[in-house]
């Protein structure tokens, strides 16, 4: 499973994708799935994040969603917003075309 | 052009048929990810980072205008209006939704295409030369022993499951576009003793990681032992070759650690024992099957100039400057070789929308005899237009955006998806390509820095070839921030060579000064008529180096 966690992070969200498009979806706090960052829970500390993975493995189980992990964001109020690169693109879609992914809806 | 016969239309029907169940299954919840993972892979199905992304097989790079239309109906109907050729000679589409996939293989099966080959661990799609079979010197049609090797390694069952992918690539020219010292076995066809077609056999090549230069393991194999002896090169490595570290796992490890000498040996030993080897001899009769496929197509006799291209020439500087840098030399007399760039400036390398593939899918038909080549450099070739037409097919080139007069320009660059779209990529390709592309926009620089060879991965799994770049760009993660390290003096050609770390990476904003710092500094030190890599391999990299960091 892949990891996108730094040790010493602390707030984190979870991701993955939906098995039918591929589509990358965030685990919000009533435990459903949405296709935008900002409706993501967000785990304070290594236990809670643990528990999202839980209610992770049951979507994966339920044949909703393929590949779900953790992380890293900063905290924005209550919107999470990513620390990597590869996070932040793919909450939006291709910085080389705007026309593309989240970003065109 | 080979064309399907009834075991193929019914392997590729066969192979739709079991992929449509598999999914049917998956989405059903009776197959987990983990057991239908390496099925959706046996069938081109990767997810990535936006989507999945479907990569379609394109043996040795040719296509006819029917395939062509088709890839541009798949990227019209089933993704976002576009396709992503490939160093592979492959298209990848980025957007499939999973519960297309059957339908799109479907569609391409009507087309004699499909996505087997295209991923996993067997032997992949094999590659060629894009000039095959036009190119003026060239010993034998590369695509013939491609085509073998395509039918002999499809479902191989003792080639289904190696400890790595493994690529193959055939040339028949002794001036190499097909990088085949960088593949895990590289093929150049030579004149054998009898006067027949005969094979220097290359193994142990490969970039990502550990890149590494192949080693000559068969020199003159004859042509009906050519299966024969890959498949001891195979055995092998099937044999010996490292399944407890994926890192580890490819030929090119194993030819390192054996030493060149003793691979060869083995091969060699493996080649005598014979086994299946008689079964694997080939037939004059079948040599020649495939051979007629590929026959020339109806040339007319004409004179080699053609006055009304040469007044073209004179009149429309921009056709000129087109002509210049974008046709290659035909061996029939009146005809020429159309390289379409897939390298606006400032656009995505490789990408071409529908309406892109349609218009080169028109071109064919009217003006190649209906056939086009996808280059493992990311471009398209126009393989057999008369001069007389070449300027009618410019004007409707120019029309499509896809007149770009760069091949082989510094703004003619491979670059991998990188980290917009890859879920392997740790930093981005794409928009550094861009950046480079228009800094050095100006047409007159680009002719007068010359032939010069930018490649960009965006990790070091080098699908953008960074390590055989005459200067090469890795993208690299630092604690989250996109970082470059350049290589320099790389080279994919005859005489391939890894390129040197030149040191300390550079901030996706210094990037491209740097890249700017490194041909000012090949300007100041070339001698008349070197290109970048001549000048590099005289003065080495200590100039380079003391340019880029003088200020640290």
């Known amino acids: 499973m892949a990891q996108h966690i730094n040790k010493k992070a602390r707030f984190h969200s979870l991701t993955a994708n939906r098995l039918l498009d591929g589509e990358p979806v965030y685990l919000t706090g009533d435990h459903d799935w949405s296709e935008v960052l900002s409706d993501a829970v967000i785990a304070d500390g290594k236990d809670e994040g643990a528990k999202l993975m839980d209610v992770a493995a049951q979507a994966v189980k339920d044949q909703h969603v393929v590949n779900p992990y953790l992380f890293d964001v900063d905290v924005d109020g209550t919107t999470p917003k990513p620390i990597s690169v590869r996070e932040q693109i793919r909450a939006t879609g291709p910085t080389v075309r705007l026309d593309l992914g989240k970003q065109a809806s | ?552």
């Open chain 2, 1 to 552: 052009m080979y064309r399907y016969d009834e075991f193929d239309h019914t392997i590729v029907k066969e192979r739709v048929t079991e992929f449509t169940g598999q999914v049917k299954r998956r989405l059903a919840g009776e197959l987990t990810e983990d057991e239908f993972k390496p099925l959706r892979l046996m069938n081109g199905l990767y997810l990535q980072l936006h989507a999945y992304m479907l990569r379609v097989a394109i043996p040795y790079g040719t296509l006819s205008g029917t395939q062509m239309r088709m890839l541009a109906h798949v990227a019209r109907k089933y993704d976002k209006g576009y396709g992503h050729f490939t160093t592979r000679q492959n298209i990848q589409y980025n957007w499939p939704k999973l519960k297309d996939v059957p339908d799109i293989l479907d569609d391409l099966a009507t087309v004699e295409m499909h996505a087997i080959q295209t991923s996993g661990n067997c032997i992949r799609n094999v590659t060629s030369d894009q000039y095959a079979g036009v190119a003026a010197g060239e010993i034998d049609d590369p695509r013939v022993w491609a085509e073998i090797l395509r039918q002999w390694s499809t479902f191989h069952p003792e080639y289904t499951f190696l400890p790595r992918k493994f690529k193959i690539a055939v040339t028949g020219h002794s001036n190499d576009r097909a990088a085949i010292k960088m593949h895990d076995v590289g093929i150049i066809i030579v004149e054998g003793d009898n006067g027949e077609p005969a094979f220097d056999i290359y193994a142990g090549g490969g970039q990502g990681r550990t890149p590494m230069v192949a080693h000559l393991v068969g020199q003159k194999i004859p042509a009906r032992d050519l299966l024969h002896f890959m498949d001891a090169i195979m055995r092998v490595y099937n044999m010996h070759g490292r399944r407890d570290n994926l890192y580890k796992a490819r030929i090119k490890i194993l030819v390192h650690a054996l030493g060149a000498e003793e691979f060869a040996r083995q091969v060699k030993e493996e080649f005598a024992k014979g086994g299946a080897g008689e079964d694997l001899k080939l037939p004059d009769g079948e040599i020649e099957r495939i051979r007629a496929y590929f026959a020339p197509p109806a040339y007319e006799t004409l004179p080699d100039s053609d006055a009304g291209y040469e007044k073209a020439l004179a009149e429309d500087k921009a056709f000129a400057q087109w002509a210049r840098t974008n046709l290659a030399d035909h061996k029939v007399p009146g005809y020429a070789i159309v390289n379409v760039s897939l390298k606006p400036i400032g656009g995505i390398a490789g990408d071409a929308s529908d309406a892109q593939m349609d218009a080169v899918a028109d071109l064919a038909e009217t003006f190649s005899f209906d056939e086009v080549r996808v280059t493992h450099e990311q471009n398209l070739t126009l393989p057999d237009v008369k001069k007389s037409d070449l300027y009618e097919v410019w004007k409707r080139l120019d029309a499509a955006l896809l007149a770009t007069p760069n091949i082989g320009l510094i703004s003619d660059m491979i670059v991998c998806p990188g980290l917009d779209y890859c879920d392997l990529a740790n930093a981005r390709s794409i928009s550094i390509g861009q950046m480079i592309s228009e800094r050095f926009a100006d047409l007159d620089k680009e002719h007068d820095i010359g032939e010069l060879k930018v490649k960009i991965s965006g990790c070091i799994n080098a699908c953008g070839h960074h390590h055989v770049g005459h200067i090469g760009i890795l993208g690299v993660d630092k604690k989250g921030v996109e970082f470059y390290q350049v290589t320099l003096g790389g080279s994919a050609d005859e005489n391939a060579a890894v390129g040197d770390i030149v040191g300390p990476a550079f901030t996706e904003d210094e990037i491209v000064g740097a890249i700017e710092t490194i041909v000012e500094t090949f300007v100041a030190n070339r001698k008349d008529g070197e290109i970048f890599l001549d000048t590099y391999r005289r003065i080495g990299i200590d100039p380079f180096k003391e340019t880029l960091y003088a200020a640290a």
